[in-house]
């Protein structure tokens, strides 16, 4: 169903067009091997949500990680030809499972896999922007990932985080929301700090803020605190609020679209 509005009251209800960024912690376990719970749970709200009316559109990461489950390897591959492989095989396992999940559910998905040229370049950003907006004009839920199996240092985009920002920017989301194994920002590492506090709201990106970004992500993601706070950036910059938090319950995003406070929110200018 598409409203023709990007955001408009329906029944008292706000719908919003949301980007929804799933990390590799939330949807693999340290493994590699499939969350099954995360990641069954996550197609059931998103479903619901888009049911409810609001447009979505999933970067999901997880390709490389999938890869090295279904492969048997230790670890995330530090060789370039291994991780395209690796991602070349968790990609399909990831898109396999997000179309049983979401056809359980009546919805549609469609993949757009893009290295940094297709949006660099205005003509091939162009095109990618209309292969979206006609995604979701057609009602599908489209699901966005780096393309991992040619991507050379040259030319990737480097990170989820930022790809979901630019995607946010690309659609004007109302919302860009950050699945990850983090409640959100904290005012000092929480692992090390034990009196580190969640930082609710963000109005503007200090230095002090940035430098909150310290320490690196999971063992099989790319990103940490430090490419969440670049998304962050590039979000609120074009008029999009981007909110930090934790993916091990889907149910949140519930009250996220409530407007409840949940996780950190980075509130645009
Ligand atoms: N594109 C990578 C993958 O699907 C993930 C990048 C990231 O974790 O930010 O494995």
Redesign the pocket.
Known sequence: MNFGIDCQLLKGLIITKIVIKI??STLAHPSGHLNIRHIEHLCKVISDLKNAGHEIIIVS?????MGVGKLGLKGKPTDIETKQAA?AIGQCELMYTYDKLFNEYNHNIGQILITAPDVEDEKRRHNFENTLFRLLELDVIPII??N?TVSVEEIEIG???TLSAIVAVSVKADLLVLLSDIDGLYTADPHLDSNAQIISVVKEITPEIEKLGGGKGSSL???GMVTKIHAAKIATKAGTDMIITNGNNPEILYDIVDGKTIGTRFESR
Do not use: L, V, Y
Request: charged share 25%; proline share 0%; no cysteine.
């Open positions: 990390g590799t990461s997880g390709a490389i990680g991602a990932n780096e991992d990170d989820n985080d993601g790319t990103g």
